[in-house]
């Protein structure tokens, strides 16, 4: 997991559910890769899972931020409308 953005309102992480480790045997099965991003309002305490086509989506949103600075302003208007799909209470793993 990687911390790609907290503020007050809203943190960003990035998940990599089938990163190896390095205690455990290489997997004798192809594995599906399984990265997403998890987006969590701190102001409503809900989180959203971005996996699948939403998180190829997001993912071209960081990249094109990447090339252009974005203001804080603008990530964080980006992120209230993902927060729209966020249905999960927060809670401690």
């Known amino acids: 997991m990687q911390m790609l953005y ?3 309102s ?3 992480m ?5 990163a190896p ?4 045997p290489a997997p004798t099965t192809p ?8 987006i969590v309002d701190k102001r409503s305490g809900k989180e ?3 996996d699948g086509s939403w998180a190829e989506m997001f993912q071209q ?6 090339q252009k600075a974005p203001t804080q302003e603008e990530i964080e208007d980006t992120l209230e409308g ?6 999960t209470p927060m809670s401690l793993h």
Do not use: P, T
Request: no cysteine; net charge negative; charged share 20%.
């Open 6 to 8: 907290d503020s007050e």
């Open 10 to 12: 809203f943190a960003v």
């Open 14 to 18: 990035q998940i990599h559910a089938n």
């Open 21 to 24: 480790e390095e205690s455990l």
């Open 31 to 38: 594995q599906l890769a399984r990265n997403g991003f998890e």
């Open 48 to 50: 959203v899972y971005l």
């Open 61 to 66: 949103r960081l990249s094109a931020w990447a």
């Open 82 to 87: 993902y927060s729209g799909l966020a249905n």
